[in-house]
């Protein structure tokens, strides 16, 4: 499969004008063997850029677009109107075409499909060369890197602590719109839509901030759920636990059942909670843990009543909303077991 | 009403320029330079261009009394010449600076900050 590297440097040879497609993953657009242009979903179009700052209405993007055609293209269209100097148009396009390329170039198997004399309605507004575009996005990815070595937040929702753990901090414009922006539910390419943002710079933001400890993150709310069964975990983290585990478990046919097997049999107050984490969010179980009795009691529980299955739950202490606690449980072997045989007669 | 081109055009056309640089200050990156002395890497300069920016603008946020600071120009004299950097918010996108290199004989630093300052409010309209 060839990469979108090679096939980029391909075209370029080719002076080939025209949309590379990579299936949904986005397109690059080409003039003369040069990237003109590139979207992709997960990254602000210059069209979002445009609006956001409010300085460009989105009617005046939409009769650019209309109007654009070969004589006379949108971007130059929109420089007519004096809506935006062409620097500034320049600009925005590089930043969005950058941020584009960025996560295109990391694509691993897209399909692409080059449609010869495609163009883009904004036309030509700045040329990357194919070499260069590849080495800044190599430079880009070792900047990330090294602001905080980490793809972990990369994809969550951004958090911030409640309490830093300092007495002052320095904050640069745009880390100041993340924490603005961020609301717990919002990941890092969300947040760059959001604020109008490049998705590079944001990403980079929240690498910087995490970098600060201004972030929760998986690791330290993985220690705080280590804790969470000690005592009553710190508000605030428990959406960036790796949202992933509970998501999985979340499916009501899977859930339930381990709960109900080890549930009557060991009474106790751990099945209840197990049962609510998968259910609600994660937030929620925990604020109710407390009252329950404190979260002493199913850790005893835990070491007294049924050792046998409550180990199983400790080493998986980091994610106790998610499914890994029921992993040691003799109900999910079984399960496990059905399972691999009835693959087994299938193959 | 400028493109980046013309601008760094421009920004050479100032008296004593020897080299001048467009970066996006968010990521270090080159986004245009000219001049002949710019043996070598452009892309390395950026980088240590933007990194004075970023340790200035770091350091003089930590001693401005209110705690919030805005660099509008930067002027480093050193044995050999001038360095001039600007830096520039622009509405749709991050921070760009632009930074020029000015021999020590020959350039005027007052115009030469006047004529950048002119300049910029050509290229990004605020």
Same mark, same amino acid.
């Given at each position: 499969?060839?990469?979108?590297?090679?096939?980029?440097?391909?075209?370029?040879?080719?002076?080939?004008?025209?949309?590379?497609?990579?299936?949904?993953?986005?397109?690059?657009?080409?003039?003369?063997?040069?990237?003109?242009?590139?979207?992709?979903?997960?990254?602000?179009?210059?069209?979002?850029?445009?609006?956001?700052?409010?300085?460009?209405?989105?009617?005046?993007?939409?009769?650019?677009?209309?109007?654009?055609?070969?004589?006379?293209?949108?971007?130059?269209?929109?420089?007519?109107?004096?809506?935006?100097?062409?620097?500034?148009? @320049?600009? +925005?396009?590089?930043?969005?075409?950058?941020?584009?390329?960025?996560?295109?170039?990391?694509?691993?198997?897209?399909?692409?499909?080059?449609?010869?004399?495609?163009?883009?309605?904004?036309?030509?507004?700045?040329?990357?060369?194919?070499?260069?575009?590849?080495?800044? +996005?190599?430079?880009?990815?070792?900047?990330?890197?090294?602001?905080?070595?980490?793809?972990?937040?990369?994809?969550?929702?951004?958090?911030?602590?409640?309490?830093?753990?300092?007495?002052?901090?320095?904050?640069?414009?745009?880390?100041?719109? /993340?924490? *603005? !922006?961020?609301? +717990?539910?919002?990941?890092?390419?969300?947040?760059?839509?959001?604020?109008?943002?490049?998705?590079?710079?944001?990403?980079?933001?929240?690498?910087?901030?995490?970098?600060?400890?201004?972030?929760?993150?998986?690791?330290?709310?993985?220690?705080?759920?280590?804790?969470?069964?000690?005592?009553?975990?710190?508000?605030? #983290?428990?959406?960036?636990?790796?949202?992933?585990?509970?998501?999985? %478990?979340?499916?009501?046919?899977?859930?339930?059942?381990?709960?109900?097997?080890? %549930?009557?049999?060991?009474?106790?107050?751990?099945?209840?909670?197990?049962?609510?984490?998968?259910?609600?969010?994660?937030?929620?179980?925990?604020?109710?843990?407390?009252?329950?009795?404190?979260?002493?009691?199913?850790?005893?529980? $835990?070491?007294?009543?049924?050792?046998?299955?409550?180990?199983?739950?400790?080493?998986?202490?980091?994610?106790?909303? !998610?499914?890994?606690?029921?992993?040691?449980?003799?109900? #999910? /072997?079984?399960?496990?077991?059905?399972?691999?045989?009835?693959?087994?007669?299938?193959? | 009403?400028?493109?980046?081109?013309?601008?760094?055009?421009?920004?050479?056309?100032?008296?004593?320029?020897?080299?001048?640089?467009?970066?996006?200050?968010?990521? $270090?990156?080159? *986004?245009?330079?000219?001049?002949?002395?710019?043996?070598?890497?452009?892309?390395?300069?950026?980088?240590?261009?933007? @990194?004075?920016?970023?340790?200035?603008?770091?350091?003089?946020?930590?001693?401005?009394?209110? !705690?919030?600071?805005?660099?509008?120009?930067?002027?480093?004299?050193?044995?050999?010449?001038?360095?001039?950097?600007?830096?520039?918010?622009?509405?749709?996108?991050?921070?760009?600076?632009?930074?020029?290199?000015? #021999?020590?004989?020959?350039?005027?630093?007052?115009?030469?900050?006047?004529?950048?300052?002119?300049?910029?409010?050509?290229?990004?309209?605020?």
């Amino acid at each position: 499969m060839p990469t979108v590297e090679s096939i980029l440097t391909g075209l370029a040879g080719d002076r080939a004008t025209g949309a590379l497609r990579l299936g949904k993953a986005g397109v690059l657009y080409l003039t003369g063997g040069r990237v003109t242009y590139a979207e992709t979903p997960s990254c602000p179009r210059v069209e979002d850029l445009l609006t956001a700052s409010g300085r460009v209405s989105a009617y005046a993007v939409r009769q650019a677009r209309q109007a654009a055609g070969e004589e006379r293209w949108g971007g130059d269209r929109l420089v007519d109107r004096g809506v935006l100097t062409r620097g500034e148009l @320049e600009f +925005c396009v590089l930043g969005a075409v950058m941020d584009a390329v960025f996560f295109l170039l990391q694509l691993a198997g897209p399909r692409p499909r080059f449609r010869p004399g495609e163009r883009h309605w904004l036309g030509p507004q700045w040329y990357f060369d194919a070499t260069g575009l590849v080495r800044e +996005c190599k430079r880009r990815r070792v900047q990330l890197d090294q602001a905080w070595p980490s793809t972990d937040l990369d994809t969550l929702p951004v958090v911030p602590v409640a309490r830093i753990p300092a007495q002052r901090v320095v904050l640069t414009s745009l880390q100041w719109e /993340v924490l *603005v !922006g961020a609301d +717990c539910t919002a990941t890092p390419a969300d947040l760059a839509r959001k604020l109008g943002r490049p998705a590079y710079s944001v990403l980079l933001a929240v690498r910087q901030l995490a970098a600060a400890g201004l972030l929760c993150t998986p690791e330290a709310a993985a220690g705080d759920a280590a804790q969470a069964q000690a005592a009553p975990a710190p508000r605030g #983290d428990p959406p960036e636990k790796s949202p992933v585990p509970p998501r999985r %478990g979340d499916s009501p046919d899977r859930a339930p059942v381990p709960d109900r097997r080890s %549930g009557p049999p060991e009474g106790g107050p751990a099945p209840p909670r197990r049962g609510d984490t998968p259910e609600k969010s994660p937030v929620l179980p925990r604020r109710g843990d407390p009252p329950e009795g404190g979260p002493a009691l199913p850790r005893r529980g $835990g070491g007294q009543r049924t050792p046998d299955r409550e180990p199983g739950g400790s080493p998986a202490a980091p994610f106790p909303a !998610g499914l890994p606690a029921a992993t040691a449980d003799p109900g #999910d /072997v079984n399960l496990l077991i059905r399972l691999r045989n009835a693959l087994e007669a299938l193959a | 009403m400028l493109g980046i081109e013309e601008c760094l055009t421009e920004v050479m056309a100032i008296p004593g320029a020897l080299d001048a640089i467009v970066i996006d200050q968010t990521s $270090g990156m080159v *986004v245009a330079a000219g001049g002949g002395s710019l043996n070598g890497d452009v892309e390395k300069s950026a980088a240590g261009i933007s @990194e004075t920016l970023r340790a200035t603008l770091d350091g003089l946020a930590m001693m401005s009394p209110t !705690g919030a600071v805005r660099v509008s120009d930067m002027i480093i004299s050193t044995d050999s010449g001038y360095h001039l950097l600007r830096s520039l918010e622009t509405v749709f996108d991050g921070p760009l600076a632009i930074y020029v290199r000015l #021999d020590l004989e020959r350039s005027n630093l007052a115009l030469a900050r006047h004529r950048l300052q002119a300049l910029s409010d050509r290229l990004v309209t605020t």
